[in-house]
């Protein structure tokens, strides 16, 4: 019977290391009125993005994008990181997430480990072998990248049959 609670069973963590920007997260907090500690402070960040949800629901989607670009790349572990190894971690002892399990592998790992935590069967994954950080992240940060190029590809499609017209500014 799995539980996610027991040693042995595994999972992958992301992992976001102090962020390089914090300073400007710190800034950013300040405009509104909020201090934020100097170093890095998962819990502090939390709160602080949780009160202005309160405060401001409406622009709550645009300041949490702003620090999320300012948190900067995670990394994928196999091991939890703790308090003081350099992570800043979700406000949260056991924290895991998935986006979408079709576009990445990491995703889709994760997908499963909670289906067989969930219907109480062995872990899919052997622990003796594990290491989910080989091949979970797009090489060089490339993925975005591809998104972009493949969003101009389909714009320029879309719009071939207008080439040579001039439109107006918005």
Not at 12 to 26: A, K, L
Not at 33 to 49: C, V, Y
Not at 82 to 101: F, V
Not at 149 to 156: E, P, S, V
């Amino acid at each position: 019977m799995a539980n996610a609670h027991e040693p042995g069973v595994p999972s992958i963590r992301r992992i976001v290391r102090t962020p390089e920007r914090w300073p400007r997260i710190v800034e950013l907090a300040a405009r509104y009125g909020e201090t934020l500690p100097a170093e890095a402070d998962s819990r502090a960040l939390n709160t602080f993005l949780q009160k202005r949800k309160a405060v401001d629901e409406v622009h709550y989607a645009d300041l949490s994008l702003a620090v999320i670009k300012l948190m900067g790349r995670a990394s994928t572990s196999s091991r939890g990181r703790r308090r003081g190894s350099g992570a800043l971690r979700a406000a949260a002892h056991d924290y895991t997430h998935s986006t979408a399990p079709n576009r990445r592998f990491a995703d889709t790992v994760t997908q499963r480990l909670i289906k067989s935590v969930l219907a109480k069967r062995p872990s899919p994954y052997s622990t003796s072998n594990w290491t989910p950080s080989r091949g979970t992240a797009p090489q060089g940060g490339c993925g975005p990248q591809m998104e972009r190029t493949m969003g101009k590809r389909i714009a320029a499609v879309a719009l071939q049959h207008r080439i040579g017209e001039t439109f107006a500014p918005w």
